[in-house]
């Protein structure tokens, strides 16, 4: 009789965890979201890197509303960028955070790659995740313009109310990597 107690009580306590596991997993989460940014130029470095390249590090701050809260708030971008001085085609690679208005506390954190486009517009991709718990991944393709003026940006993901002539843009690019060598080309 002994053994028995022995062989129940585990199977029991199991029983218990898995029913308590049950009791506390929540429905996964697919929704679609939308948000519109903008932000001004607060830092920016320059250095040319070959006769027709310049590489730019730059600090955007504003602020972001979105369809979620969880995405609203001030908006802080830091971004490297590539830029072909003659044809205004580039790159763009940085992280972004939104924040708490008031406390400062971050509400998400990404990563963001983008394509320059002349006249000052990027299309991309932005991918991150929530801070709060559970936390939730983005993962959105997003458009943006910059003024040529002031270098401010107003951009939009999960929505394209600022769409060019050139969708959805690729190019080919080496300029400014540590291991630049030209292979002809633009």
């Known amino acids: 009789m002994r053994r028995s107690i022995w062989l129940v009580a585990p199977i029991a306590i199991g029983s218990l965890a898995a029913r308590v596991a049950v009791a506390g997993m929540q429905s996964a989460e697919t929704t679609s979201v939308t948000a519109a940014f903008t932000a001004n130029l607060v830092e920016q470095k320059e250095r040319t890197c070959d006769p027709s390249h310049s590489e730019f590090r730059v600090r955007f701050e504003g602020s972001q509303t979105s369809s979620d809260q969880r995405l609203s708030g ?10 072909n001085t003659q044809t205004g085609w580039g790159r763009t690679v940085g992280t972004v955070t939104v924040r708490e208005p008031g406390s400062g506390r971050p509400k998400f954190h990404g990563r963001v790659v983008g394509v320059l486009e002349p006249g000052g517009g990027t299309e991309g991709f932005l991918g991150g995740r929530t801070v709060a718990r559970p936390h939730v991944a983005l993962l959105a393709n997003f458009n943006l313009q910059q003024d040529q003026q002031t270098g401010a940006i107003t951009g939009e ?3 394209d109310s600022q769409s060019t002539s050139s969708q959805d843009p690729a190019i080919l690019t080496d300029a400014c990597s540590r291991r630049h060598k030209h292979h002809g080309g633009g």
């Open 157 to 159: 993901f999960g929505s």
């Open 74 to 83: 001030d908006l802080e971008a830091k971004v490297r960028s590539v830029l």
